[in-house]
């Protein structure tokens, strides 16, 4: 009996022995461990994210702190900084704490500087209207027109008149910008294309006469659109509408705009210059009008 009592208690102390054994394993495979994160890069501009991942072992609760009040619970995600400065983005894993510093610099003005363009014609004739267009984000503008060596207008849209005959090199500086952007412009004398002049004035004339037509008359918007759009836009409604150097509208929709402010203020046409592409055809109508009270 004693013999059986002692091998049971034997069994039993073994079994006891062996369960802290597994215990201690298992603490030491679960155990606190170092923090294993990342955070890059550590130098970024403004509105370029940063990536920051967690792969701590483990781990169940994590917790990022980007040092502007800004929290994620995600163990690994992009993060996009509004405004330029240093932060400290901090990450808490099951109470153990671990820091990053992150560099944010303003914007490269190279960026903002590729974003500006000029839009304006390559060829113009003599003494004829020019309207330049300045596209992007900019409250600056100066722009030099190659003639005069001086900056000769601080519009958005300017309209400059050429002239002598020859081959300018138009300037355009914005804000933050460290250069200027140029645009090539050849000038040709008046007398080269008298025919197609002479074809432009025919068309200025009836496009002035039938879209104030429109604006002053009822009744006849159906009659003036399909003149125009008949005798010299082959039929194409899309063609493109610039309405004192700013505002771009399709042919259909500008003549209806007509319409309907033709019965809410007295619009007046002052000219319309056709502009044409290689083959004669009307690409683009530049339109100057003003309101009257």
């Known amino acids: ?131 330049f267009m300045a596209v992007g984000d900019s409250d600056n503008w100066r722009w030099e027109f190659g003639e005069t060596g001086q900056v000769d207008s601080q519009e958005q849209n300017p309209i400059h008149v050429y002239s002598r005959v020859g081959v300018y090199e138009v300037r355009l500086m914005a804000a933050n910008m460290m250069y200027p952007i140029i645009h090539t412009i050849e000038v040709k004398p008046e007398f080269a294309i008298d025919e197609s002049t002479d074809v432009d004035v025919q068309a200025s004339d009836d496009f002035k006469e039938r879209l104030q037509q429109i604006i002053d008359e009822r009744n006849v918007f159906n009659a003036n659109y399909n003149y125009l759009l008949r005798n010299h836009l082959d039929g194409n409604s899309n063609v493109m509408v610039l309405i004192n150097g700013t505002n771009e509208n399709d042919f259909y929709s500008y003549c209806n705009g007509l319409k309907i402010m033709g019965k809410q203020q007295s619009t007046v046409i002052l000219d319309v210059n056709p502009e044409r592409d290689s083959n004669g055809r009307i690409k683009r109508l530049l339109v100057n009008q003003v309101v009257k009270n």
């Open 1 to 131: 009996m004693n013999k059986l009592i002692s091998k049971g208690q034997l069994i039993v102390v073994g079994y006891v022995i062996l369960f802290i054994m597994v215990s201690l394993i298992i603490k030491s495979c679960t155990a606190d461990t170092s923090i294993r994160a990342s955070v890059l890069p550590l130098v970024v501009e403004v509105g370029s994210p940063i990536r920051f991942s967690d792969s701590t072992y483990n781990a169940s609760n994590v917790l990022w702190e980007f040092g502007n009040g800004d929290v994620s619970k995600e163990k690994s995600g992009e993060y996009v900084f509004k405004e330029s400065g240093h932060y400290q983005v901090r990450l808490t894993v099951e109470k153990e704490k671990v820091c990053f510093m992150v560099n944010v610099k303003e914007e490269r003005t190279e960026r903002r500087k590729q974003s500006v363009k000029i839009k304006a014609p390559s060829t113009v004739v003599q003494n004829e209207r020019v309207v």
